[in-house]
């Protein structure tokens, strides 16, 4: 009887550490993958960050102040915004400042695309010294 007492306290002991190493090893792969994914999303971010210092340079006084208020208020449509005007800046398509009055334009077409479902937005031509915006929308 004294035998069958410690092979079960010796068998309790064996389960209890294998417990711990499966619990230890769970949470070593669980942190790593949340460092990967903080990682990841850091690095989102500092791109995000990139593309929108480089719009910013190219909005006016009062299209910066409508684009800080959209962010606060509604930042992933100041998100698709921003990506919107960067691939009109890519492509050669604005070529000088984006006013307030042309900023609203293309958040008018992002919220129009928004109900429709998504599409490519924003094409803008030279006039003059003031861009005009006009929308090219295709389906994607």
Do not use: C, F
């Amino acid at each position: 009887m004294l035998l069958v007492n410690k092979m079960d306290r010796e068998l309790e002991e064996l389960k209890r550490k294998r417990i711990e190493q499966l619990k230890q090893a769970y949470a070593e792969r669980l942190q790593g993958q949340n460092s990967e994914r903080q990682q990841a999303e850091m690095e989102a971010s500092q791109q995000l960050e990139a593309i929108e210092d480089a719009v910013k340079a190219h909005l006016t006084k009062e299209a910066l102040q409508r684009y800080g208020t959209l962010k606060l208020a509604h930042p992933e449509t100041a998100i698709q915004l921003v990506i919107a005007v960067a691939q009109a800046i890519e492509a050669g398509k604005l070529r000088g400042m984006l006013g307030d009055e042309q900023l609203k334009e293309v958040l008018q077409q992002l919220s129009r695309l928004a109900h429709k479902g998504k599409a490519q937005v924003v094409q803008g031509t030279q006039v003059g010294r003031q861009p005009t915006w006009e929308t090219k929308i295709t389906r994607i």
